[in-house]
Structure formats: C-alpha cells, structure tokens
C-alpha cells in the first residue's frame, strides 16, 4: 500500500487523494457502503463515562441508509440503490462506519466482516473503531481479509496528538494509545487511516502543525481529516449555544488544512478534507455545507502558494 501510494497519482491534484488512487487502482468507480453492525462504543454504553465524545451524535456517525435496519446485507443494498447514479462499472467498499467496529469478540467481528464481503459487488473493506479498541485478536481477524485485488483499512480515531485535546473531546484514550494501535496494525499488515480534527478549542496552531509532524513519523497509510463542527444532540451543540465554543472561519480552515498538508509525508493518502453531515443535523459552523466550494478553495490556495502535501515535510 505504502509503496504504491508513494508513487504518486498523476492528477495534477496537490494532495495525494484516495478517490485517485481507487480509480486508478481498480479502473472504475468504487463506492463506500456504510453499516451499522449496533456494536456501540465503550464511550456509550456506560464501560467510561457513558457520554461519549462531544463530537458524536446518539447515531455514532450511522448513515441514514443503515437506519432502522439490522440486517447490514440489507443496509448495503439499500445503500447501493440510493448511490447508484448511473450505469456506470461500479464497485464496493464494505464500510463499517457506525460506532466501534472492532467492540466485539473475534468470532462475532469474523462473522460480521464476512456477512459484508461475501457479496460479489464488494472489493473492500473498512473498518472504523476507537485506538483503545484494537487488541491483537481482533487485528488478526482483519488482517485475515489481507488479499491481492481487495481494499483493506483499518480507521482509528485518532481526532489529536495532543492528550489535552483529546480530554477535551472525551475521548477517554491518550495519544500513546494510538501511536501503540497504529504500529501494532501496521505490524499486521494492515493499512491505517487516522482520523483528526482541525480547530479543536485550545489547540494552538503550532499544536496542528505538530499533530501533522507526529502522523507522518508513523506507519499511517491514510488521513481522514475535518473541521470541528457541531451536530445537533452533541456535547458540543451545548456548548456552542452557551457561546463558549470558538469554531474556525472558513478562511482560517482552508488556511490551516493547507498548513497542516504541507507538513503531511507525500505518500499518506487523504481520504478526506472536510467533515460531512446532513444539512439537516448540522449546526454549525454552517459553510461547512458547501463541501465542493471548500475543496476547490484548498486546491486554489495551493496553487496561490505554489506547493502541495509534504512541501515542508522535513522526513
Ligand atoms: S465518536 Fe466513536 S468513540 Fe466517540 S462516542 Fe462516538 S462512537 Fe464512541
């Protein structure tokens, strides 16, 4: 994985984007269909404090095509019926979204991951969970689904490298937790993307930048990043509405995501650049809606400073 996405994509694009890197890997469109396998979080269900992450709504992240459904064959199919667009050769990653995928023991997770990739549509699989979540056991599992042709991710939640952030978020995990989680995945064989928050309150710019430095020192295949933003029912919708939250511009996030790239080893490949949520939930900060004007103002403020990702990578 490493070594592929190291070669870069030939777009043109000034970040090394994982929908590039899927196309030109598997010549087609390739979908995510996100599940729901109800397997909660020790966040929720009362193990830690039972309040869960201030950034996380009652539905853990769910899509609403998985709402309402137990069966994940189902929520997938009604997933692919919602996403198809076209006729157009598509694919399918298997993509376990909803809270912590890996909360569950290894003959359960086994049964679950092999429910959702039996189908002959699905070329992958992705897996969501928490970096305190991960022992050897259940990465043995994952790693078993390792084969040549098939998308294989492991995402962790990492939000911060900065163990103050992460009390802030109420995490409930340190950042040694996830340095530990991601190498021993690693070790596994299995390719990892980190999740992180940029504008978390408290964070100095100089923090960011840092969280960026210490990503790119481990053996992560994958960023997925995004904004602070607020969602309705959330820790944080109380505290924006007690004006205590400071939320970056948009100008100061465009400004910081492009900072923050540029100091992102080459090679890892970004999943994402904002975060995305049904207008409806979201309450702010409400730019966040227009996710194309945003994407397409990171890529001109790169071309503004003539640089892409790892242009102040130091290695
Ligand atoms: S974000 Fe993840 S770890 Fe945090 S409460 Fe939600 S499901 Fe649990």
């Known amino acids: 994985m490493t070594a592929r996405s190291e070669q870069g994509r030939g777009t043109g694009r000034p970040y090394n984007f994982f929908g590039d890197y899927l196309w030109n890997r598997y010549g ?38 998985a709402a309402g459904v137990d069966d994940i064959t189902r ?41 959702a990739t039996k189908e002959p549509f699905v070329t992958g699989l992705m897996i969501a969970t928490r970096p305190d979540c991960v022992p050897n056991e259940a990465l043995e599992v994952i790693a078993g689904y390792a084969r040549a042709g098939f998308e294989l991710w492991l995402e962790l939640g990492m939000q911060s490298a900065h163990d103050g952030s992460l009390a802030f978020l109420n995490r409930h995990h340190t950042n040694e937790c996830t340095v530990d989680a991601v190498t021993r995945a690693a ?36 960023v997925k990043i995004h904004h602070l933003h607020v969602i309705r ?49 979201l309450v702010a900060p409400l730019w966040g809606i227009h996710k194309g004007t945003v994407l ?12 892409r990702q790892g242009f102040l990578f130091t290695g």
């Not at 299995?190 to 504008?199: S, T, Y």
């Not at 910081?256 to 904002?274: A, N």
Request: with cysteine; net charge neutral.
């Open 296 to 307: 397409r103002s990171i890529e001109d403020e790169f071309a503004r400073r003539m640089s």
């Open 187 to 222: 070790a596994f064989g299995i390719p990892v993307c980190v999740h992180v928050i940029l504008g978390i309150p408290g964070e100095t710019w100089e923090d960011m930048m840092e969280t960026a430095r210490i990503i790119s020192s481990l053996p992560a295949a994958g």
């Open 28 to 65: 087609c469109r390739i979908l995510k269909l996100p599940i729901d396998a109800h397997l909660s979080c020790p966040n929720r269900d009362g193990t830690l404090d039972g309040r869960g992450c201030v950034f996380c709504g009652e539905d853990g992240s769910a899509s609403p095509t």
């Open 233 to 281: 029912g959330t820790g944080l919708e109380e505290m924006h509405a007690s004006r205590a939250l400071p939320i970056l511009s948009r100008g100061e996030y465009i400004s910081t995501v492009c900072d923050f790239l540029e100091r992102l080893r080459p090679g890892i490949l970004i999943h994402r650049l904002i975060g995305d949520r049904p207008p409806a939930t």
């Open 75 to 115: 929520q997938m199919e009604i997933a692919r019926t919602s996403f198809r667009r076209s006729d157009a050769a598509t694919r399918y990653i298997a993509y376990f979204q909803a809270f912590t995928n890996t909360y569950a023991p290894p003959a359960v997770l086994r049964r679950l991951y092999d429910a």
